[in-house]
Structure formats: structure tokens, C-alpha cells
């Protein structure tokens, strides 16, 4: 007689259980598993209401993933920005208005350290069109012609010249309007146009000196009206010829 039955009964259970232990039957164990931890994994769900406020850092966001969508719109602002990272690349072309821009931040452009001049000279050093203006002197010698005077569309030009061993000088005034009238010492005065000039003065040594000889005035449709007086020297001094004047422009 067995002195124990229940050891001998747990060996007998043991036996049958391996007996039907097939490759199968694990196999389907496994799977059931599977199946049951992979719908238990399915259950879990992480929402905002399971995140502790302000528990989300930089580091848990993968790089590249937060995009223009995942922004609420007007709320970055120039905070938000490191200074200096914005480059002219971030900026769509065309963009950028003069409202945008500081202007008193902007210094003088390089190339335009003159900007408040004209040739060096200070607007101080020039004139108005209402400011009485000097023409000349003009110097001349023999054989030379040179322009004395130009307003507008008028141009007063001299001219000395040797004529039998005696000096002579003469000036013209030409306009490149028509219609235009010169005025002139006594009655006369004239019309003058495009290739058609007019001789303002013409004198010789023999009446040599210094004196007031024509007028540098003028009108033309345009509106140009200069008003002046002009003063010529022939064998004056070293200079064979001289023009000299003033004029309001």
C-alpha cells in the first residue's frame, strides 16, 4: 500500500498535463497573451487632462516637429525671438514698408557723405534766382571767343579779335527759343531765335577804355526774363579784351 496518495495522484496530473503539451497548445497561449496585452496597451490614452500644467520641456519635443499649424496665430512676438537670429532670409522678399523701419535710426548712406552739400560748397554759398549774380570777368586776347554770360536759354558769347592791327571785340546773343526778344541801350533791341543772333555790342580800340557797353537782358515765352548790365575794356590793362557784369537771373 502506497504511505502517499497524494503525491502519487499530483505526479499522475503532472504526466497527463506534458502528455498533452504540444507545440500547438503553446503557441495559442503566447497569442492569447499577445492579444490580451495588446488591447490592454490600446486602452491607455495620454490627453492633456493626464499632463501636469507647465510639466512639457523643450527636450521632450522631438526636433523638427513643431510646426506652423501647432501655433496659435498673433501669438509669437519680438520676446519670443533671441535678438540677432532673425536674418534677411526670414523675411519674405518685398515684405518690409517704410512703416516699418525706424528712420531715425539710419545714419547717412556711405557713398553720400556730400549729401548736404553740393561740390564741397555749402547751400550758403549759393544764390537764388532773386540775388543779383556777377558774369565775368571774361578775359579775351586776340583770336579767342568765349561765352560771358547764359540764362535760361539765352547765351551771351564775346569775341576779340585784330582787325588791321586795331583790336575789336564784339558779343553776340543767341536763344534757343523762338520768340524770344533782347533788350539793348537807346531804341532798338530785337527779336532773336535759334541761329539767328543778335550783336549786343561791337567796339575797337579806337575807343579804347573801360565802360558800360550793353545789357544782359532779355525775355522769352518760356518766362526766362534776366535783367542785367554788362562793362567791356578793350586794351585794358595786360587783357586784350574784357567783359565784365552783373545780372539777376
Known amino acids: 500500500m502506497d504511505s502517499h496518495p497524494s503525491s502519487s495522484r499530483a505526479g499522475r496530473a503532472a504526466s497527463a498535463a506534458r502528455s498533452r503539451l504540444t507545440f500547438s497548445n503553446l503557441t495559442a497561449v503566447l497569442a492569447l497573451f499577445v492579444a490580451l496585452g495588446g488591447s490592454s496597451y490600446a486602452a491607455i490614452r495620454v490627453g492633456s487632462a493626464e499632463i501636469a500644467d507647465n510639466s512639457i520641456r523643450s527636450k521632450d519635443i522631438r526636433d523638427g516637429e513643431v510646426r506652423g499649424p501647432d501655433v496659435a496665430k498673433s501669438t509669437i512676438r519680438g520676446t519670443d525671438v533671441r535678438d540677432g537670429d532673425l536674418q ?24 553720400a557723405g556730400d549729401a548736404d552739400t553740393l561740390g564741397g560748397r555749402s547751400a550758403a554759398a549759393f544764390l537764388g534766382s532773386d540775388k543779383l549774380v556777377r558774369v565775368g570777368p571774361v578775359a579775351l586776347q586776340k583770336g579767342e571767343e568765349r561765352t560771358v554770360a547764359v540764362s535760361g536759354p539765352f ?16 558779343v553776340k546773343l543767341e536763344s534757343t527759343e523762338d520768340g524770344s526778344f533782347a533788350g539793348s541801350f537807346g531804341d532798338g533791341g530785337g527779336a532773336v531765335s535759334p541761329g539767328a543772333p543778335i550783336t549786343m555790342f561791337d567796339g575797337s580800340s579806337s575807343t579804347p577804355g573801360y565802360q558800360i557797353a550793353f545789357p544782359l537782358s532779355a525775355s522769352a515765352p518760356s518766362g526766362a526774363a534776366p535783367v542785367g548790365l554788362a562793362f567791356v575794356g578793350i586794351n585794358v590793362g595786360t587783357d586784350d579784351c574784357l567783359v565784365n557784369g552783373m545780372m539777376l537771373p
Do not use: N, Y
Open 88 to 111: 534677411g532670409r526670414d523675411v519674405r522678399d518685398h515684405t518690409i514698408s517704410g512703416a516699418d523701419v525706424k528712420e531715425s535710426s539710419f545714419g547717412k548712406v556711405p557713398m
Open 155 to 170: 547765351t551771351w558769347t564775346a569775341e576779340c579779335t585784330d582787325q588791321d592791327g586795331d583790336t575789336h571785340l564784339s
